[in-house]
C-alpha cells in the first residue's frame, strides 16, 4: 500500500522496468473521510491489507484518504469515471441513482445492532436482490461489501428534556431517518455528515442524528455537549468494499480472489472495530472527559419507535411501488428475514471478530461468482 506521493517518485522507475520484471496491478483507494476514521483505519486499511496479501503482491493500492481525490457526493461517479478505482459511497446520498439499494437503507427505522445490519444488509444486497448488484454494475461498479453504523442517537448543541423539546428544532438526518425526525415533529436538513460540524456550530442546526462515536471521530464534541439517547434508527448502506467493473474485469482469478476474501475484513472492520469499538471506547472515557451529558428518554417515548416501526415496512413497500420498482416487496421481506437470521448469528458468536468475518465468509462470500 503506497501513499500518492511515494507513488509519484517510484512512477519513473516502474516505467524503466515495464517489459523486465512482473508488474502489480495498481488500483487507487480514495476516501472522503479522515485517516483517523473508523471506515478508514479498521476497514480500508485491513481490506487494502488483506487484498495485497491474498493477491500474493500481485495487487498494490494507492490509498488516499482525506477528501485528497474525492468527496462524499462526487465517490461513486468517480468510481465509475476511473478517477479512483475504489471508494467509501453512500447510497443515501444518491437514492435516485441507486432506487433499489435504497429500498434497503429505508429501513432505518429497524437499525439497532450493527453487526447484524451489516451482515442482514450484505447478504440481501449481494445474493437476494439482483436489481441491486445491476444497478451498481450500471454504475460502473463492482459492489462487494457495506458497513453498518451503530444505533443512532440525537447528538445536540442545546439541552434538552423531552422529545417535545425538538419541535420545530433543525435536525440533520439523511435518508430515511429524515421521516422519523419530521414524525417527532422537528425538520430534518439532509447535509453530509462532513458539514455538520460547521452546521451546529454556526446554529444552521440544533442537532445531529448520529452514532455516539462521532462526537469524537467527526469533532463534533466541541460544538455538541448534549446527547438524547433516543433509538433513531442506523445507516446500514455505506460501500467500501468495491472496485470499478473495468478494472475488476482486466484482473486475474487470483486477483478478484484476493479482493473478494478481503471484503468480509472492510465490513467487519468499519462495523464492529470501528463504530461499535468506537462507540465503546467514547463512552468510557471520551463522555467524561468532553463533558458530554446524555439524557435518557422516558418509557413512552421509547414506545414511540416500536409504533412508527410497525408502519415502515409497508410504507417503503408502498413508497418504493409507487416509484415504479417491481419486486420492492421482495427485497423487504429478504431484508427482515436475513435481520432474524443475523440476530441468531450474533448472539451467538457477539463481536468477536474472527468469528463474523468466518460467518460472513460463511453465510455470503463464499457464494459469489468471481
Not at 123 to 134: I, Q, V
Not at 304 to 312: P, Q, V
Request: proline residues 3%.
Amino acid at each position: 500500500m503506497k501513499p500518492l506521493t511515494i507513488y509519484a517518485s517510484a512512477l519513473p522507475l516502474a516505467l524503466a522496468a515495464l517489459g523486465t520484471t512482473a508488474q502489480a496491478t495498481d488500483l487507487i483507494y480514495g476516501s472522503y473521510l479522515s485517516p483517523e476514521h473508523g471506515n478508514n483505519k479498521y476497514g480500508v486499511v485491513r481490506f487494502i491489507e488483506e487484498a495485497e496479501r491474498a493477491s500474493e503482491g500481485s495487487l498494490e493500492f494507492q490509498y488516499i484518504p482525506g477528501g485528497a481525490l474525492v468527496g462524499a457526493k462526487t465517490t461513486l461517479s468517480s468510481i465509475r469515471d476511473g478517477i479512483v478505482d475504489n471508494g467509501i459511497v453512500v447510497s443515501l446520498y444518491h437514492a435516485s441513482d441507486l432506487p433499489y439499494n435504497t429500498i434497503i437503507t429505508n429501513m432505518t427505522a429497524f437499525g439497532g445492532d450493527a453487526a447484524v445490519l451489516a451482515g442482514a444488509t450484505n447478504e440481501t444486497t449481494l445474493l437476494n436482490c439482483p436489481k441491486c448488484m445491476e444497478e451498481w454494475e450500471s454504475w460502473n461498479i463492482k459492489h462487494l461489501g457495506a458497513y453498518s453504523t451503530t444505533g443512532y442517537k440525537f447528538l445536540c448543541r442545546e439541552e434538552m428534556k423531552s422529545l417535545d423539546d425538538f419541535k420545530d428544532w433543525r435536525i440533520r438526518a439523511a435518508g430515511a431517518t429524515g421521516r422519523w425526525v419530521n414524525h417527532l415533529g422537528a425538520t430534518s436538513v439532509n447535509i453530509p455528515v462532513t458539514d455538520t460540524y460547521e452546521a451546529l456550530q454556526r446554529g444552521q442546526i440544533e442537532c445531529t442524528v448520529g452514532s455516539l462515536s462521532w462526537l469524537k471521530t467527526f469533532s463534533l464534541e466541541d460544538v455538541a455537549k448534549y446527547v438524547y439517547d433516543m433509538p433513531s434508527g442506523a445507516y446500514f448502506g455505506g460501500t467500501l468494499a468495491n472496485i470499478n467493473l473495468d478494472k475488476w474485469k482486466a484482473l486475474s482469478d487470483l486477483e478478484k480472489q484476493a479482493i473478494i476474501s478481503a471484503a468480509p475484513k472492510a465490513v467487519s472492520g468499519a462495523t464492529v472495530m470501528g463504530y461499535v469499538g468506537d462507540d465503546k471506547r467514547y463512552l468510557e472515557t471520551g463522555v467524561e472527559a468532553a463533558g458530554i451529558t446524555i439524557i435518557q428518554p422516558s418509557d413512552d417515548e421509547l414506545k414511540l419507535l416500536s409504533e412508527y416501526r410497525k408502519t415502515e415496512a409497508d410504507l417503503v413497500i408502498k413508497m418504493s411501488q409507487d416509484a415504479g420498482l417491481k419486486g420492492a416487496e421482495d427485497v423487504v421481506h429478504a431484508f427482515l428475514r436475513n435481520l432474524e437470521k443475523w440476530e441468531g448469528i450474533i448472539a451467538e458468536i457477539g463481536y468477536d471478530v474472527e468469528k463474523y468475518e468466518e460467518a460472513l465468509n460463511r453465510e455470503i462470500y463464499s457464494k459469489l461468482d468471481k
